[in-house]
């Protein structure tokens, strides 16, 4: 069947089986391969992207693309790692905070880490004030082997902080 | 690497249109919601549907929450997020759905997981199957024609992952009925955050003028379906609430259970857990129950 998905603003179209997985077609079809491909069970959080979902109000979400059909995003908007930075190559805030605190080490978690982190810092009434259990919490669904999640958490909230400091940050390629 | 058996893929435009597909394909295919219960079970080949009908173009019709006279309906396609932060549930249910959605998968999980896939999964293990039991919903399925019949979970929930929907039929909406005195709590032990449980209770009271008029109890993880101890649910109606009687109930759900020994744990230490864990549910449901 034929799948059409915009992804970071590019529709992409492919004659794929109607099993393949979200993942599969977002690194083989349409060659991105900042999202990975970790425990295929949902449990691990490593292939998490945003997704625009036509059918709610809500702003775009994060959702484990192995566990996904490619075809039930057919006619969604995806963002992956590769569409956060601004056209001009200016790093999304959350990119920002996890270079400058140091939140990662192998950076196999890291694009679903950013992208789940965009959601809670988006989704909050005052991303600010959000708790470590709270951002905790938030990324429970995320696994990382290396950080012990720290410095993680401290990403998180530096980028909450910037985009306060910086409103015209906010504005993402996918908005 | 995991993947489905070949399927074929197709999506529904209306409930009626996703009851006739169902019809059109005789029982070879599943209802796709969320997916993070189906897609897994079809990577394991655990379920091999020939063709799976996605049900996500139908919020509008499936996703609410809202109080008809003495119940609340809950519609099949309501995500868990929709239920963690739903006013009136925690208005009407104060705790107990908001304890459970709390600690049921991830945030990305609730995202998208719905309320009819956790019932259909019949997933004994599941927390919100664990509330609705305690809680005595029922569940609205809806066949070929417009047929509708309303079963009560235990008639639901056969076994694990086997429910009483028809190949042709559809959960569409949970009805759960509404008590004044209300007080409910969801107790769970896991290995892990977001953890399947290794035994989780619910527990349900109305309190009135002293009395319990009302109790539901619910075991997950001990059997092969979501227990409802009905033997402490007889116990509690009538009594004025008191820990004695919480103790003795506890005793009831560790008795009455049925836990096998897994990676989760060995059944001894299941049953024990399903006991202190009613006995903490039922106690704290009576020290929060609305008055």
């Known amino acids: 069947m034929i799948v059409n998905i915009s992804i970071n603003g590019k529709v992409q179209s492919h004659d794929v089986e109607p099993r393949l997985l979200l993942v599969h077609y977002i ?9 990975h491909w970790g425990c295929d069970t949902s449990n691990c959080g490593i292939c998490i992207v945003l997704m625009d979902d036509p059918n709610t109000p809500e702003p775009p979400y994060p959702v484990k693309s192995c566990t ?29 905070g996890f270079h400058e605190m140091h939140a990662l080490q192998c950076g196999f978690c890291t694009p679903g880490m950013m992208s789940t982190g965009r959601w809670l810092i988006e989704r909050h009434p005052n991303p600010t004030q959000m708790t470590d259990h709270e951002i905790r919490d938030g990324i429970s669904g995320n696994l990382c082997r290396c950080t012990g999640y720290d410095n993680i958490v401290k990403a998180i909230r530096w980028a909450a902080s910037y985009i306060e400091e910086h409103p015209e940050s906010a504005r993402t390629a996918r908005t | 690497m995991q993947t489905p058996a070949p399927c074929e893929y197709s999506r529904a435009t209306s409930v009626d249109d996703a009851i006739a597909q169902l019809q059109a394909l005789g029982g070879n295919a599943r209802i796709l919601a969320g997916g993070y219960s189906l897609i897994p079970m079809m990577k394991l080949r655990l379920a091999n549907p020939g063709h799976v009908i996605d049900i996500n173009p139908l919020e509008s019709e499936l996703n609410y929450i809202r109080q008809e006279g003495n119940e609340i309906r809950i519609g ?19 705790h107990i ?15 998208r997981g719905t309320m009819g896939g956790s019932l259909c999964q019949s997933d004994p293990a599941e927390d919100l199957s664990g509330v609705v039991v305690a809680l005595k919903g029922e569940a609205v399925l809806r066949g070929p024609g417009g047929a509708e019949r309303v079963v009560g979970m235990e008639e639901f929930h056969l076994g694990p992952y086997m429910t009483s929907v ?15 005195g209300f007080g409910g709590a969801h107790e769970k032990v896991e290995r892990r955050a977001g ?20 109790a539901g109890v619910a075991c997950s993880a001990v059997g092969p379906t979501t227990l409802h101890i009905e033997r402490a649910e007889k116990a509690l109606v009538g009594q004025a609430p008191s820990e004695d009687l919480f103790a003795q109930c506890g005793q009831m759900a560790a008795a009455d259970c049925s836990p096998n020994s897994d990676g989760r744990g060995p059944a001894d230490y299941k049953r024990h857990v399903a006991g202190v864990l009613t006995t903490r549910a039922l106690s704290r449901a009576a020290a929060t129950a609305v008055s």
């Open chain 2, 76 to 94: 099949a396609l309501t995500r868990h997020v929709n239920m963690l932060e739903s006013d009136l549930l925690s208005q009407v249910f104060p």
């Open chain 2, 166 to 180: 028809q190949p042709t039929e559809m959960l569409i909406e949970v009805r759960i009925p509404t008590h004044s």
């Open chain 2, 195 to 214: 953890d399947f449980a290794i035994v989780a209770a619910s527990a349900a009271l109305a309190i009135e003028g002293g009395r319990i008029t009302f």
């Open chain 2, 97 to 111: 759905f908001r304890e459970a959605e709390a600690v049921l998968a991830d945030p990305v999980v609730r995202n």
């Open chain 1, 68 to 96: 996904m059909l490619a075809a039930m995003a057919e006619g969604y908007e995806i963002t992956t790692v590769e569409g956060m930075a601004h056209p001009d190559g200016t790093l999304d805030p959350i990119q920002m």
């Open chain 1, 27 to 35: 690194r083989e079809y349409a060659e991105l391969h900042g999202t």
